[in-house]
């Protein structure tokens, strides 16, 4: 079937009041960046839809696109027909002749938002649920829960005919809650924190630190391909370098073992919140999970988190490990997660982290550093770059031709 257009119905933020406006401007804003590859596309966004004309676009490319953008309740395909009895009929019985099979019930839906149209809701019901009739006359109508709703919308310009209803990603659009740091590994639960957090509308940026060349460029490289993975709901991430290969070593230097996790947390938690300040971001977000290792038990959690006062989102701190997996296999990262190569904090994990630190033996030992050297050398060194869903895409092309 060729569409002609795609109505979109908004999730949650219909009930949103006074920012309704805000948020259909995002998500419009949204939309346009996960289908920015289709130029032929033109969007409307309305009070109560979003219409999205195709134009030309192949829906089956644009479909699965849109099925990733947060604040979408569900959409329809839909087919735009002359704003005549003949037309809307004639369109009916094509429509069903594709798709009825000879097995299920159907039922008419119409809506009109113009009222100077001949027939009004019921009448074209009525109207249409007969041209049915004429073409199956075996075929069984049914109000509640029919097989097959062919819904019919009488609109001021056209009437659009559709009978698909596919169920969009939820979630609020991503940058109505403001912006967040997310603390980035190349582990399994990061993405999956930072997926969750998109979800409920907060606008990301993947803060990595690396420690070359204690850890390796491919480290660094499936970072990146971990953060393109978090880019179709979106359209783009900024993607942060930390350099971190000094701060380690100095820890290493000057501190006993069973502290080098808790200095090294702290550090990275200084440093992401001082980026967070530079760029107007409001939380920060990790992929902490009680109990997982020795820095996330809540003793640790808490000698962590004293250096902040910054809001850390934890999104999937109270999941077990199987239902973070199954997120991260259903937003793709568990495979490249997997992949072994060390990052920043296996290299220098003390073979017996304190999982109960002292905090005052923390701060102690933390008189023997230059913190506010360490860190603005550091954050001289960051590398800032945009991640985007092709760009990646490319590399991997590149990956598999080598
Ligand atoms: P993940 O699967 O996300 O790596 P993890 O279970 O391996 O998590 P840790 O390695 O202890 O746990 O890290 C806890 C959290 O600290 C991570 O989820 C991430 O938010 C942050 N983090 C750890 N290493 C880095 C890094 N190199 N760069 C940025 N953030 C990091
Ligand atoms: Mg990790």
Known sequence: MQYTEIMVRYGELSTKGKNRRSFIMQLAQNVRGALAEFPNLKIHADRDRMHILLNGEDSRLVLPKLEKVFGIQNF?????VEKNLTALKQMTQQIMEEIYTGKETFKI????SDHSFELDS???QQFLGDAVIDSFPEIKAQMKRPDINLRVEIRRDDAYLSYETIKGAGGLPVGTS??????????????????????????IEAVHFASPPYTSEQALQKAKDLTEKLTPYVGGIQFIEVPFTEIQEEIKKRSPQGYWMTLTRRMMLRLTDAIREMRHGLVIINGESLGQVASQTLHSMVAINEVTTTPIIRPVVTMDKNEIIELAEKIDTFELAIQPFEDCCTIFAPPQPKTRPNLEKVLEL???????????????????????????EKSNEFADFL
């Not at 329809?76 to 735009?80: A, E, G, L, T, Y």
């Not at 839906?109 to 009109?112: E, G, N």
């Open 76 to 80: 329809s395909p839909s087919i735009r």
């Open 109 to 112: 839906t119409a809506k009109r």
């Open 178 to 203: 403001g912006r967040g740091m997310l603390m980035l590994s190349g582990g399994i639960d990061s993405p999956v924190a930072g997926y969750l957090a998109m979800k409920r509308g907060v606008e």
């Open 122 to 124: 019921h009448g074209l």
């Open 366 to 392: 933390e008189e023997r550093f230059d913190i506010d050297g360490l860190m603005e050398r550091c954050l001289a060194g960051l590398k800032i770059e945009k991640i985007l869903p092709e760009q990646a």
